[in-house]
């Protein structure tokens, strides 16, 4: 809304200069003026001085100024008509509109630039894990000088590059406490949605975070105000929390300590801290059940322990050291235990060799890699280089939850709730969110068997703190 209404100012401030010029320009002809409007249609409001009517007009799509003697048909011209003036005069009147908006032009040029228009430089903020930018090995807070042959001077340069750009980009880039630029080759991938190439990269965060407190709700009942500088949440600086971290933050249900700035009307900067207690409201249905978060969705092949592995983009982690593997934590606790190799048993993608008839299927084979750590350190490391997905609709059920109360086992397939198939982990999520009494028949796939279970959801709890930050 506030967009809209710059637009609209803006296009009446080119209006009322032009009109302005032909206005101008007809008084020291000589001419005389009958109306100056901005608008089309009834008149709104406005008022009158001498012969001129100023008025604000319905329609704000253009403006118009009448003088005397300028309608065809009017006969022979009076003094102070438009015909009675002489070809250049009217030549002047005419064009008047058109050099006041190019002057116009030129101060609003010159204003801009001694004041600076703002942009966000060509640093990258948060890399999203398991993007092309981050499979590339880009550290974050990395300085863009160019993408390709094309320098890059804004943030926004490096989107229009990439979205441009072909299936391989090679960016120069310096990295946070470097003094020597590097090339590094970035694959993006193609948004289906906006119909571009990305990489997955946001600029920093701002300077400063602020608060938009809802009125009556719990942070404004703990003394929270529109505008407040949000500081520190729970002791961590809230301008180092990426949005990420800070949507989890607000996502567990416990009191928030909360340091804010808040500014006065003499222009006196306070601070204070508060807690803000969350109300749970009712959310959405949940079975209580997770991804199996075991399949590689990218890896960074530029860390010497990821190279040796052999594993590849799409592996399935199914066991390691001879242990079930259903989470990453569950990967991580096993290599920081580890005190020598560790034999990986993955599920692997594995296309038909062409002329079997089994063209565009894919079938999967299990394939064991040993894998060597060196350390507790060394595991952590390992695993940052590597960027997980859901594995399909395998799920991991919650001890005590609506799902493990109804039979669920880890490592369970769901195929289907109330016969809406599913294929990927949202169409789940979409699934059991749209029930409307939370009871639904989960049917899965275990040991190479289908069963039915009824599963009785429960409604989510989720706490709301009265406040958003922006």
């Known amino acids: 809304m506030v967009n809209l209404i710059i637009v609209l100012l803006g296009i009446g401030a080119v209006i009322l200069v032009h009109e302005l010029g032909h206005f101008l320009a007809a008084r020291y002809a000589g001419v005389r003026v009958e109306t100056f409007s901005i608008g089309f249609g009834p008149r709104l409001f406005g008022w009158k001085r001498g012969s001129v009517d100023y008025r604000v007009s319905l329609i704000p799509l253009g403006g118009y100024v009448k003088m005397a003697g300028e309608e065809p048909g009017s006969g022979a011209p009076a003094e102070g008509d438009l015909g009675s003036k002489t070809v250049g005069q009217r030549l002047l009147i005419f064009s008047a509109g058109v050099i006041m908006n190019f002057l116009f032009a030129l101060v609003g040029f010159a204003v801009a630039f001694s004041v600076g228009v703002p942009f966000r430089p060509p640093v990258l903020g948060r890399i999203v894990k398991g993007g092309p930018a981050w499979e590339a090995g880009i550290p974050e807070g990395s300085r863009v000088l160019a993408v390709g042959e094309t320098r890059v001077l804004s943030f926004a340069d490096i989107s229009t590059s990439v979205a441009l750009g072909g299936d391989r980009v090679v960016f120069t880039i310096l990295p946070p406490g470097e003094k020597t630029p590097r090339k590094v080759e970035v694959r993006p991938y193609f948004d289906k949605a906006t119909g571009f190439n990305r990489i997955l990269v946001e600029p920093p965060m701002e300077d400063k975070v602020f608060l938009h407190v809802a009125p009556g709700g719990p942070a404004a009942k703990a003394g929270l105000k529109e505008g407040d500088e949000l500081l520190l949440v729970d002791g961590k600086d809230a301008r180092k929390l990426d949005p990420k971290a800070l949507a989890a933050l607000l996502e567990n249900p416990r009191p928030l300590r909360l340091t804010v700035a808040r500014k006065d009307g003499s222009g006196r900067v ?201």
């Not at 390691?320 to 990986?344: C, H, M, N, Q, W």
């Not at 982990?425 to 069963?451: C, H, I, N, P, Y």
């Open 270 to 470: 306070s601070r204070m801290e508060v807690t803000v207690k969350p109300v749970l409201k009712d959310g959405p249905y949940r079975m209580g059940v997770q991804a199996l978060t075991r399949k590689i969705k990218a890896l960074r092949r530029a860390d010497p322990l990821v190279a040796r592995s052999g594993l590849r983009k799409g592996d399935v982690i199914l066991q390691a050291g001879g242990k079930t593997v259903y989470t990453r934590k569950d990967l991580e606790k096993i290599l920081s235990e580890a005190r020598g190799p560790v034999t990986f048993l993955v599920r692997r993608p594995a296309p038909p060799a062409e002329g079997t008839g089994k063209e565009g299927r894919v079938s999967f084979r299990k394939v064991r890699l040993t894998v060597r750590i060196p350390g507790p350190a060394a595991a952590g490391e390992f695993l940052e280089n590597i960027a997980f997905d859901p594995d399909g609709t395998y799920v991991l059920p919650g001890k005590g939850s609506p799902a493990a109360k109804a039979g669920l086992r880890p490592g369970d397939r769901i195929l289907a709730v109330d016969s809406r198939p599913i294929e990927e982990w949202k169409d789940l999520v979409a699934a059991v969110s749209a029930s409307r009494d939370g009871r639904m028949t989960v049917q899965v796939e275990r040991g190479g068997k289908v069963l039915k279970m009824t599963v009785q959801a429960e409604k989510m709890k989720i706490p709301d703190y009265g406040f958003q930050p922006y």
